[in-house]
C-alpha cells in the first residue's frame, strides 16, 4: 500500500510498480497454486552493494521493498495466471492514479528458436490492450516497441527471477521462459489526459518509473516529460522548440504558428530555467517563449523557477520599474494582489504601455540568460490578445 510518514503526504507507487507486483501475484499463483493477498515488491533501482543476501539476484541488491495488495489472481489453464494491481498515486495528482493494472503470466518451455528482442534472458515482456506503442523516434525505446520503460523492465526481470529462486525452480536443469503481458482497464482513455499522444505513443499508457515510488507532488516527473519531449523534438529535427506554461498559453502558440509540427510545442509549467538549459544543449536553431503577465513578472525578477511556492510576485519591485517608465500612481500597483490586476491598470495608463515593455524586456533577458542564446517572446492578455512580440 502507499505510505505516508508523519503528517507529511501520502507516498504512492508508479505504473511500473504496478505492474511488477501484478506480474508477481500472477506467477506466485503458477509457483504455489495459492492466489497471494498481496506481495513483497523489490523498488529500483538495483545496486551491488547492500541488503540481506537473501534479497538479492545475481548480486544485485533492490533499494527498497513495498507491500503491494493483489486485487484479483486468477489461473488461466495449466500454465497462465493473470493477476491486478490498482496503481496508487497517493496523494500525487496523477491520472493514472486508480488505473487497474494486469500482469499475465505464461509458463512454456521455450520462446521458440530464439527469445525476441524485448526479451530479458528466459523472460518476454510485452503489453497488451491498455499499453501504448512507441511510433516515433527519441524515446528511450525503439518505434513499435511497447511502452514499458527500461526500469520496469529490469523491475519485472528482477521480481520474477527473485520468485523463481524462492519456489526453488532454480534447480530445473532448464528454466522455463516467461511471458508477462502487461495491460491496463481503459488505458486508451486514461492516455488521452497524458502527454502521449504528443510524444507519439498510441493506443495507451506508458509503463513508467525510475525509482518505483511517486512522491507527492514531485516535480521528477514533470522534468522527465520535458526532457522527452525535447529528446523527441530533436530526434525529429525540428526548426524551433515552442515552450508555454500550460494548455491556454501552447493553444495561442499555436494559432500564432500554424505550420509548426505538434511536436514542437512543449508545455513547461514553472520550470523555465530547466528546460531552456535543456534546449541549448541540443542546438535547435530556434527558441520561442509564451506566457502570461504573471510569469512574465517572475521572469523579469530572474526567477528560473516560477511556482507560487517558491518564487512570490514582488509587487514592490513590479511598482519600481513602473515608475521608471513613467507611470504616475505606482502605489496602486504595489498594492495589487495579482499581476493581473496590475496588468489592468497599466494598460489604461499610457506609460504602463512602456511599464509592460520594459518588464518584458526583463524577462527576455531571463531567458536568454538560462538558453545561452536568444529568445523569442510572446505575452499573451487572459483573453487571448498578443500585448507583444520580442
Sequence with gaps: MSRRKGNCLREGFTTGTAATAAAMAAY?????????ASVRTPLPPFSSGGGDAQDAVDGLHPRAWMDLAVQTCHTEGADTASATVIKDGGDDPDVTSGALIRA??????????????????????EGGPGVGRITLPGLPLPVGAWAINPVPRRQIAFALEYLRKRFAESALSSP?????????????????????????????????????????????????????????????????????????????????????????????????????????????PSLIWGCFFGKLVKLAQGEGYTHARESALDMSALARICKTSGVMDTNRIAACVTANQALELLLGDQAGHEAVLAIALRAARTLEHFAGNRVTLHLFHLDGRELLKL
Excluded at 499475465?104 to 515482456?125: A, Q, Y
Excluded at 488521452?192 to 499522444?197: A, H, I, L, M
Excluded at 522548440?241 to 500564432?256: C, K, P
Design 28 to 36: 506466485e499463483l503458477l509457483c504455489t497454486g495459492r492466489p497471494p
Design 104 to 125: 499475465t503470466v505464461s509458463r512454456t518451455t521455450s520462446h521458440g528458436e530464439c527469445p525476441p528482442p524485448s526479451s530479458e534472458g528466459h523472460l518476454r515482456i
Design 176 to 284: 522455463p521462459f516467461l511471458t508477462v503481458c502487461i495491460s491496463v482497464e481503459n488505458g486508451e482513455a486514461i492516455a488521452k489526459r497524458t502527454f502521449n499522444p504528443r510524444l507519439g505513443i498510441r493506443g495507451g499508457i506508458s509503463i513508467l518509473g525510475t525509482q518505483g515510488t511517486v512522491r507527492p507532488f514531485s516535480n521528477t516527473a514533470f522534468k522527465a516529460t520535458i526532457s522527452e519531449q525535447l529528446d523527441l523534438a530533436e530526434a525529429l529535427s525540428c526548426k524551433a522548440v515552442i515552450f508555454s506554461t500550460g494548455r491556454r498559453s501552447e493553444q495561442l502558440l499555436m494559432a500564432r504558428y500554424p505550420t509548426m509540427p505538434q511536436h514542437a510545442f512543449i508545455q513547461v509549467a514553472d520550470f523555465a530555467g530547466f528546460s531552456l538549459e535543456k534546449a541549448a544543449r541540443k542546438h535547435f
